[in-house]
């Protein structure tokens, strides 16, 4: 869907989104991920899981001696690379590792991350952690970051573009692939990045929704990049890592330089496992199983590809 006609959107500040939406949003993310943005579009094929169950708001060390330990989480069933119902995402690795820290059973709420999301799983005592939220998101207790990754630039090897910057003039003549977030088209860092340089004409948005009838929407940027519908894509890391090795053509992926654009458009995010607020307890008991697998979590982050951002290291638990 080209860009041109809707000039008008892309003038929306990134401050105006977070008012809007949580900060995941600015994210992507993805993993992301979850969003407050968008109207349900008339027709659309969506599917919209329900929770298979309003359990009891719990943690796995709160359970009564006896009862059989649950690791609750509430994930996505389509979304890979992090998640999906088969168990294949590396969120749902993470998850399994966790639950054998906790001497526990991963149960899950399947639940699309749209619009709702956390008011009607984490929020509604449908689960007790969500494995991937944006460090600081004021919709949860994060826990401290467990990787830190970056938008990157995705392009066919065989281009030869080695586009590093978003100032690089062959912004101007290539066709730019970009990822939007809801039916009402909030703008992502790349675009508001694009916009501020007034480069419009020859982008594309792909909707981080796209079609849920088919399996991992927002997997169609990449499939562009690979097809020559778009030269150049700016994508979530995590989700160009991934499917990037599933393309038939070798692609390039450069992370975005700068990290930061101008003085508050940021394309490196922590990244956290998130619990209900007041959770403490649990929290706590998380951080110190993320420190003390961190080569674990190392290495299945590394089968799925996920680039990561050495600067600002997550702090160590006591």
Not at 295 to 309: A, K, Q
């Amino acid at each position: 869907m080209s860009l041109r006609s809707r000039k008008s959107l892309w003038v929306i500040r990134v401050r105006e989104a977070r008012e809007a939406c949580p900060p995941l949003l600015v994210v992507l993310l993805v993993s992301t991920l979850i969003s407050c943005a968008g109207r349900e579009r008339a027709g659309q094929n969506q599917v919209e899981p329900q929770p298979q169950q309003q359990a009891q708001t719990r943690s796995p060390q709160t359970k009564p001696p006896g009862e059989t330990h649950l690791l609750r989480v509430c994930a996505d069933p389509n979304n890979l690379p992090f998640s999906n119902q088969r168990g294949e995402g590396f969120e749902n690795k993470l998850a399994e590792l966790i639950a054998q820290e906790l001497n526990a059973k991963v149960e899950y709420t399947w639940w699309a991350q749209r619009r709702g999301f956390f008011r009607n799983t984490l929020k509604a005592g449908a689960c007790d952690v969500v494995m991937g939220v944006p460090s600081g998101f004021e919709m949860a207790l994060t826990t401290s970051p467990y990787y830190r990754s970056t938008y990157v630039f995705v392009t066919r090897q065989d281009s030869k573009l080695n586009i590093r910057s978003f100032d690089d003039p062959i912004l101007r003549q290539v066709k730019i692939g970009v990822q939007m977030v809801g039916d009402d088209f909030s703008n992502t860092p790349p675009a508001h990045a694009l916009t501020a340089r007034k480069i419009v004409d020859n982008v594309l948005g792909f909707t981080l929704y796209g079609d849920y009838s088919q399996e991992n929407p927002p997997a169609r940027i990449m499939e562009a990049v690979a097809t020559g519908k778009v030269d150049v894509a700016v994508v979530w890391g995590p989700l160009a890592g991934y499917f990037a090795g599933k393309e038939r053509v070798p692609l390039e992926l450069v992370p975005v330089s700068p990290q930061v654009d101008g003085p508050s458009l940021p394309f490196v995010f922590d990244i956290s496992m998130g619990v209900r607020h007041g959770d403490q307890a649990f929290k706590d008991e998380l951080e110190k199983i993320l420190e003390r697998k961190r080569p674990e979590i190392e290495t299945i982050l590394d089968s799925y590809g996920v680039p990561r951002v050495s600067a600002d290291k997550p702090r160590h638990v006591s």
